[in-house]
């Protein structure tokens, strides 16, 4: 009797394996975001159970919501495979995260081919749930995630020309989204407008503080068209043939 008590103990007491029940491999799950505050993600949530005490989503859902976070840039599918999802799993986490109000889908203008790219924005819910967990820091930029997104598709479309871009460049008082230099040296100011709020006083600014030429990059040709009436309206001469439009089609029409 006390041999077998002393062999069950001693099964007990063994390392576990990997293998699990009729020959099923299990792996433990590692975190892709260690939450470097604290020791461990969960003594971390517990400091911070007020603000999370209401939310319940997986952990897939978690670590999307995260990646979004620190790369705002990527389209859905892309999201998706920084996480390890596949398309299946990624569209119910986005809609777990949506259902939960801490993040919401937007689209991007249709391309020439006809496609429809998508964003994670990350609502203010999600903002207060992830600095629960102790992620706060994004990639630097202003606006929502469209903004974002053609910031830094701007910036990579100019540097694989052969340009210098920097994003969110001051030129004396005023900051600019991008600027770039020229082959020749100039300095040409980049701003992007999704809507028609957009301030020409912005502009002014940025041409007398030294840059040479401002670009407003603009999401659709009816935006174009209000900022262009607004600006002839208000600057005129010299300072005008120095402003020039575009579209986002122009560069990533086909993306």
Known sequence: MNNENNETMRKENQPHTNTGFRGLYWKQ???LFDNKSSATRETHAQENEGTRENVRISRDSEDMLAMARRKPHLCMTSLYKAVGLSSYKGKKCREELKQ??????VELPTNRRGRRKKLLQ???????YLKAI????GPRGRGGVKHI?????????????GYTAEVEATIGTTCLDLL??????TRLGIEIALSEQYEEINAVNALGAGIERLLVVCESETVMERIQRKVDSTIQG??????GFKLVSDYFGND
Do not use: S
């Open 180 to 185: 770039i230099i020229l082959n020749d040296a």
């Open 122 to 128: 990350i609502m203010p819910k999600g903002t207060a």
């Open 29 to 31: 799950r590692v975190p």
């Open 238 to 243: 010299q300072t005008r043939t120095r402003i």
């Open 149 to 161: 997104y053609y910031q830094k598709n701007l910036k990579e479309w100019y540097e694989v020309h």
């Open 100 to 105: 939960a109000h801490l993040a919401d889908e």
């Open 134 to 137: 102790g992620i706060t820091q």
